[in-house]
């Protein structure tokens, strides 16, 4: 069965603080990498999918950012077949 | 009254929630497994705390899916009455019951200690028994209580008196905008807290200042 690869990235929506991002951004300050001005963190997901149809593919996978992979409350998400 | 608890793989609180329940109303809860597509005839139904499904992905984002959301979905819509506390709390706005998100404390720490409420609205199924305005003692433990809404919800819910309970004297431990600790949706019959009320309704607790939320939801004497 053929499958079609995907990349879902899932991120926090402009305005929604960040606690970890922060965290990080203030980590990589004390390491000596000065000037990151901003961290956001965010999430991936690399999906197999059966199929052969790009369009289908990518139209169950925003189902399935909408019903479980985002929380549309507060992130964004994209869709990338790979 | 009849009531139910949600028990869920991860919980940990169900046992604690249980016990007041049956220490309240005088009657133990009926108990509704992740599986279950039914729930029996409750005025009542509890989503206690824990760790569901290892807040995997986020927290309550699991349970949110599974069957026995739908069906406390539909009791919900019938007007059967629902609290979430703490994880119970992150289930029911993963699953869209009650408004906004719970994020990831801003301090990043796991905080377990008593905070102070507020009883924004005394006016409501679950906290007619309080004074309006009054500060009750509430033990609160968690990592992601950290409640959000965007402005639009937030003022929507604001303006409608759906924010009960808030975080009072600075001691909100999470970080959540307007300090809300627990909210209730549109109609009125379904609320989520982060603090646990369930551990502190009796004196061997240190206190009883929790049990006027489950008087109130139980309609039981004080």
Redesign the interface.
């Known amino acids: 069965m053929p499958v079609i690869k995907a990349r879902v990235t899932v991120t926090l929506k402009n305005g929604?603080?960040d606690?970890?991002g922060k965290?990080i951004e203030h980590a990589l300050d004390s390491l000596g990498f000065d000037g990151v001005h901003s961290v956001r963190q965010g999430k991936v997901f690399d999906l197999e999918i059966e199929g052969t149809d790009p369009a289908k593919a990518e139209a169950d996978l925003k189902a399935m950012c909408d019903?479980?992979?985002a929380?549309t409350?507060?992130e964004n998400y994209s869709v990338s077949i790979t | 009254m009849k009531s139910a608890v949600v028990v869920l793989p991860g919980l940990n609180r169900d046992r604690d929630m249980i016990a007041a329940l049956t220490k309240i109303s005088g009657t133990a809860p009926v108990t509704i497994w992740q599986t279950d597509t039914e729930i029996p005839d409750v005025d009542l139904i509890v989503i206690p705390g824990g760790f569901s499904y290892g807040d995997y992905l986020r927290c309550g984002a699991i349970a949110a899916r599974m069957p026995v959301m739908r069906a406390v979905a539909e009791k919900a819509a019938k007007g059967v009455q629902v609290i979430g506390v703490c994880n119970g709390f992150q289930i029911l706005v993963e699953s869209g019951l009650l408004p906004g998100a719970l994020m990831r404390n801003t301090s990043l720490k796991f905080v377990c200690r008593e905070v102070k409420l507020q009883v924004a609205n005394a006016n409501t199924a679950f906290t007619h028994r309080y004074q309006p305005g009054q500060i009750i003692r509430c033990p609160v433990a968690h990592h992601d209580g950290n409640y959000f809404a965007d402005a639009e919800t937030l003022a929507r819910i604001e303006g409608q008196g759906q924010v009960v309970f808030r975080y009072a004297e600075g001691t909100n431990p999470n970080g959540s905008i307007n300090d809300i600790a627990g909210i209730v949706n549109d109609k009125g019959n379904v609320l989520g807290l982060m603090p646990h009320p369930e551990n502190l309704i009796e004196p061997a607790h240190g206190g009883i200042d929790g049990r006027g939320l489950f008087e109130s939801a139980l309609g039981v004497a004080a």
């Open positions: 929604v603080l606690p970890q965290a019903k479980l992979l929380n409350v507060i």
